[in-house]
């Protein structure tokens, strides 16, 4: 009987706290209980259980109860021991074989994207020079204008400015106008395209991977030699990788705004 009671008061807890945290500005006692059908007594006590974890926090000037910052801490840990590269192995081998083609996966760090995963097309005879562990910069790769256009503007004009523009192809962008126009692009479609502004003679797809805020530090990209890339393979690409971003964000615990 004891522990019935234990796992009820467990549930109940949980409910309170998820009405908080998807509360804006919080909520009293009063709407707690009218929303939760909780006596306001057994309301009133199981936040001041929550209060003393830092789970919960008080107003004591408007006796508002608000979502405590010792889940930001938690959830700073769950993102830290996740694998990434773990989570996505399946559904990039998945989209590999689906596709036919190379699936890289990269992770943001500073001004660059860094390779961190790689499922190698079988085939055709030609090989992506990508390597696991090479950089390159955020504003010339698919992968990284998809992360960027994850990121408020200010922050992307400020990485512009603080990357060192470089011709790598004559495809390159180099026009901070028409960046901009780019990832404005990428924002509408939910996509971003590499044409042939990193190398030469291959043309890739790429989405990022947003975590619950929607910003991301993480991407997917399919990458094939131009003569099979197409605009019309590009537009039938878009499907699965996109079904791949869904699935791997997913098992991030992000949010791709998709319905």
């Not at 021991?81 to 990269?106: F, I, K």
């Not at 996509?191 to 947003?210: K, M, T, W």
């Not at 393979?233 to 997913?250: K, M, N, T, V």
Request: aromatic letters at 6%.
């Amino acid at each position: 009987m004891a522990e019935n009671s234990s796992v009820q008061s467990l549930d109940r807890a949980f409910d309170l706290l998820e009405l908080l945290c998807r509360s804006r500005g919080g909520m009293t006692i009063g709407a707690l209980s009218a929303q939760s059908g909780l006596h306001k007594s057994t309301v009133h006590r199981l936040l001041s259980s929550m209060c003393t974890r830092g789970y919960v926090q008080r107003d004591a000037a408007t006796s508002i109860y608000r979502a405590g910052m010792r889940l930001c801490e938690l959830s700073g840990y769950i993102m830290d021991n996740l694998d990434v590269v773990e989570l996505a192995r399946v559904p990039m081998e998945r989209l590999s074989a689906e596709t036919g083609e190379t699936v890289h996966l990269v992770m943001q760090e500073e001004k660059d994207i860094v390779y961190i995963h790689k499922v190698e097309s079988g085939r055709g005879a030609i090989r992506m020079f990508s390597r696991i562990g090479m950089r390159r910069p955020l504003y010339c790769t698919g992968v990284g204008k998809a992360i960027l256009a994850t990121w408020p503007d200010s922050e992307v004009r400020a990485l512009w400015e603080a990357s060192e523009i470089t011709q790598w192809t004559e495809h390159t962008i180099l026009s901070e106008e028409a960046f901009f126009r780019e990832i404005e692009w990428v924002r509408r479609l939910g996509y971003a395209l590499d044409n042939e502004e990193n190398e030469l003679g291959v043309r890739c797809i790429a989405a990022a991977l947003p975590d619950y805020s929607g910003r991301a530090s993480y991407a997917i990209s399919v990458s094939a030699p131009i003569t099979r890339m197409s605009d019309e393979r590009i537009a039938a690409l878009r499907g699965p990788l996109l079904a791949a971003r869904d699935e791997i964000a997913s098992a991030l615990g992000g949010n791709t705004g998709r319905r």
